[in-house]
Each structure stands twice: as C-alpha cells, then as structure tokens.
C-alpha cells in the first residue's frame, strides 16, 4: 500500500508540476525576463529567451508581438556595410512583420498587433525606399490608424501610435507631392505630422525622439522658436530606447544649426 500510495503521489506531482497552468506560469516568467532584457537594450537576451518562450506557447500573443519588437530593434543595429549585409538586415525585418501578422491575426481586438505591423513595415518602406514600395507605406499608415481606433494598451502604446502616424506623414510628404500623388500617396502632409506630434507627447511626454521628429517638422515650416523648445526637451528626457543616444545627438547638433534662426 506505500509503494503504491508513492507512486500516485510521483504521479500527482507531475500532473501538477506539467498543468497548462503551471506552463503558462513559466512563459509569464519569461516575458517578465525579457521586459528586463528590453530595458537594458539587450536584445540578442531578449530573443533568446523569447524562443523559449514560443516554443512552450508559440501563439501566446505577448511572446508573438515582443518577438516582432525585438527583430525590429536587432536589425536596427545590424552592419549594412555590404550587400550582404544588407540582405541580412532586410531579411530580419520581414521576420518581425511575419510576427506583427501573426499577433494581428492572434489578437485583432488589440491596438498591439497592429502598431508592431505598422512599424515593421515602416522600417522595410525606408529601407527599400518609399516610391518602389508605396502599397506598404499605405498599409503602415492604415494599420497604425486602426491601433489607434482600437484605442487599447494605455497612454504608451497609443502615444507611439500617434506618433508613427505623424512619422509616416512627415517621411512621406517630405517627398514630391506630384510624384506622391501618382502612387497613391498624396495624403501625406507635414501638417498632419504636427499635429500627431502634439498627440503623441499629450499621451507620454517621455520619449527622446518624439521631441526631436516633432522639431523637424517644425522647421520644416519654419517654426524655429517652437522647435528649439522641443529640442531642449529632448535633451532633459531619460534614455528609454536603444536609438536615443543618438536622437539626443542630433537634437544637440539640430540646436546648434538653428541657433541664429
């Protein structure tokens, strides 16, 4: 009757030990180690442990959506000194919007999915160049309408979502507007992009490169007061995000080549 009653209990412990409840509960530690990573700009950590994460629950919609951000972030950082290189970097970025499809289709209810997808593919448009790819350029800016008509993920997730949207304005108008219009891309106004701007920083007022793109745009339409006050809010910013060593740079140097303006 012991060895019995220790193997049903051998057995108990594994049942409990193997529940969906007791995984779920380990893939939630995970996504918990790559917030970490995330803030610490380790992003090769964060994958690492993201594919662990998949293969446990690969369509949980926080790993799907968190793999899409940090494809994007490394490919950020990649070499594209050849054209291999290049390739390389391309190549990650389709990766991350293969996950931002993926949460989409996973969750269609959240603004998530849709902002990961607009920002992947805003990060293809640059790279291939807005004339050879304006269907994508369409695509972002209604995929980032449609995070910010579902209204979901708070004041963060919504303030990066203005703000895509002011950028994909701003990148794209910037362009010849007859040539524009011809591609179906006429709607994109540097206007607009101020606007959206605004919004973003009313959403969260914490983040170095909404100051630094909205002041471009302002000088754009010569507002240089206005700009060299964002500017200088730049620069009183905390780092939160791996590029903003580098917009503080250009707020610094943009400051400077404006200052008799």
Same mark, same amino acid.
Do not use: C
């Given at each position: 009757?012991?060895?019995?009653?220790?193997?049903?209990?051998?057995? =108990? @412990? &594994? @049942?409990? @030990?193997? +529940? !969906?409840?007791?995984?779920?509960?380990?893939?939630?530690? $995970?996504?918990?180690?790559? #917030?970490?990573?995330?803030?610490?700009?380790?992003?090769?950590?964060?994958?690492?442990?993201?594919?662990?994460?998949?293969?446990?629950?690969?369509?949980?919609?926080? &790993?799907?959506?968190? $793999?899409?951000?940090?494809?994007?972030?490394?490919?950020?950082?990649? !070499?594209?000194?050849?054209?291999?290189?290049?390739?390389?970097?391309?190549?990650?970025?389709?990766?991350?919007?293969?996950?931002?499809?993926?949460?989409?289709?996973?969750?269609?209810?959240?603004?998530?999915?849709?902002?990961?997808?607009?920002?992947?593919?805003?990060?293809?448009?640059? =790279?291939?160049? &807005? =004339? +050879?790819?304006?269907?994508? *350029?369409?695509? *972002?800016?209604?995929?980032?309408?449609?995070?910010?008509?579902?209204?979901?993920?708070?004041?963060?997730?919504?303030?990066?979502?203005?703000?895509?949207?002011?950028?994909?304005?701003?990148?794209?108008?910037?362009?010849?507007? !007859?040539?524009?219009?011809?591609?179906?891309?006429?709607?994109? #106004?540097?206007?607009?992009?101020?606007?959206?701007?605004?919004?973003?920083?009313?959403?969260?007022?914490?983040? *170095? $490169?909404?100051? *630094?793109?909205?002041?471009?745009?302002?000088?754009?339409?010569?507002?240089?007061?206005?700009?060299?006050? $964002? @500017?200088?809010?730049?620069?009183?910013?905390?780092?939160?995000?791996?590029?903003?060593?580098?917009?503080?740079?250009?707020?610094?140097?943009?400051?400077?080549?404006?200052?008799?303006?």
């Amino acid at each position: 009757m012991k060895q019995i009653s220790k193997s049903l209990l051998a057995i =108990f @412990l &594994v @049942l409990i @030990l193997t +529940s !969906p409840k007791m995984f779920s509960q380990s893939v939630d530690q $995970m996504i918990d180690e790559v #917030d970490e990573y995330y803030k610490q700009f380790n992003n090769e950590k964060a994958l690492d442990v993201l594919k662990k994460a998949e293969k446990a629950e690969p369509n949980n919609f926080e &790993v799907i959506w968190r $793999m899409s951000r940090t494809l994007v972030d490394i490919a950020e950082k990649m !070499p594209t000194s050849t054209s291999q290189q290049e390739d390389a970097q391309i190549a990650t970025y389709q990766k991350a919007l293969e996950y931002a499809d993926k949460a989409v289709k996973t969750n269609s209810s959240s603004s998530l999915g849709f902002l990961r997808r607009a920002i992947a593919n805003g990060k293809i448009a640059l =790279f291939k160049g &807005v =004339f +050879s790819v304006a269907g994508v *350029v369409n695509s *972002v800016r209604a995929d980032v309408e449609k995070a910010i008509a579902l209204n979901t993920g708070g004041n963060f997730i919504q303030g990066v979502a203005h703000y895509v949207l002011a950028r994909t304005h701003a990148k794209t108008s910037d362009k010849w507007k !007859p040539a524009r219009a011809v591609l179906g891309l006429g709607w994109a #106004d540097n206007e607009i992009a101020i606007t959206e701007y605004k919004k973003a920083i009313q959403l969260y007022p914490n983040y *170095v $490169m909404f100051y *630094v793109d909205y002041a471009n745009s302002l000088i754009r339409e010569d507002d240089y007061k206005t700009a060299r006050e $964002m @500017l200088n809010k730049a620069l009183k910013t905390p780092i939160a995000h791996q590029d903003d060593e580098k917009r503080l740079a250009e707020a610094k140097k943009t400051l400077n080549d404006i200052k008799d303006e």
